[in-house]
């Protein structure tokens, strides 16, 4: 069994930044590929970034350049710093893992006011 606790979220103008942090316990390993999805109202949940226990890093499109996933192994943190956030970023964000199963944290809100 994975937890998985996000934190961070909040309320924030157009152009201003955050971190969300996700803190992992349990059966978890500095091997696991960490993520973090988000959804938006209406809208499915989407990748919005992926790193390796190697710290390999994935990106969707709408967000290279603006956001950096990182990860601390010794502590089993995983963080989204997010700059230069725009409006359409406003979503619960998920952190996630898997081994045998999926994991998912219980999502932390992030509203980006224009």
């Known amino acids: 069994q994975v937890q998985l606790v996000e934190s961070g979220g909040g309320l924030v103008q157009a152009g201003g930044s955050l971190r969300l942090s996700c803190a992992a316990s349990?059966?978890?390993?500095?091997?696991?590929?960490m993520a973090w999805y988000r959804q938006a109202p209406g809208k499915q949940r989407e990748l919005v970034a992926s790193?390796?226990?190697?710290?390999?890093?994935n990106y969707a499109n709408s967000v290279k350049g603006r956001f950096t996933i990182s990860r601390d192994n010794a502590k089993n943190m995983v963080y989204l710093q997010m700059n230069s956030l725009k409006p359409e970023d406003t979503a619960v964000y998920y952190c996630?893992?898997?081994?045998?199963?999926?994991?998912w944290g219980q999502g932390t809100r992030v509203t980006v006011s224009s």
């Open positions: 996630n893992t898997f081994t045998t199963s999926v994991y």
């Open positions: 790193i390796t226990g190697t710290g390999y890093t």
């Open positions: 349990g059966s978890i390993f500095s091997i696991n590929t």
